[in-house]
């Protein structure tokens, strides 16, 4: 059974940071590129950041460039998300997925790209 599994949400006050932890399961995460999208209430799911299947290609939406880093650990099925200098606008629903693929370069950017999803984690920034 595939498992894509977030932590490491939870609430900060504006101006901080968190660091956000995906585990997949092996095959898949070895197999896949992986990336973190969001989900504001009342908004469409957006791409934040994404992470080629080798690790060496890390990209990012406009509006967390320079604040958030991606990272994954191929050795731990694990992919990170470190985000600092957190705004109000950050506050969201924030899900890891992973997109199969035999490339190791390849960088997605859509939803519709990716074939497993966890079940989301919630960031909330308070201004």
């Known amino acids: 059974q595939v498992q894509v599994v977030e932590s490491g949400g939870g609430l900060v006050q504006a101006g901080g940071s968190l660091r956000l932890s995906c585990a997949a399961s092996?095959?898949?995460?070895?197999?896949?590129?992986m990336a973190w999208f969001r989900q504001a209430p009342g908004k469409e799911r957006e791409f934040v950041s994404g992470?080629?299947?080798?690790?060496?290609?890390?990209y990012y939406a406009d509006f967390v460039r320079g604040r958030f880093t991606i990272s994954r650990d191929n050795a731990k099925n694990t992919v990170y998300l470190q985000m600092n200098s957190l705004k109000p606008e950050d506050t969201a629903v924030y899900y890891c997925?992973?997109?199969?693929?035999?490339?190791?370069?390849?960088?997605?950017?859509?939803?519709?790209?990716?074939?497993?999803w966890g079940q989301g984690t919630q960031v909330t920034v308070s201004s």
């Open positions: 997925a992973a997109a199969l693929t035999q490339s190791w370069t390849i960088r997605l950017r859509q939803s519709n790209e990716y074939n497993y």
């Open positions: 092996g095959r898949i995460f070895s197999d896949s590129a």
């Open positions: 992470i080629s299947r080798s690790g060496a290609y890390g």
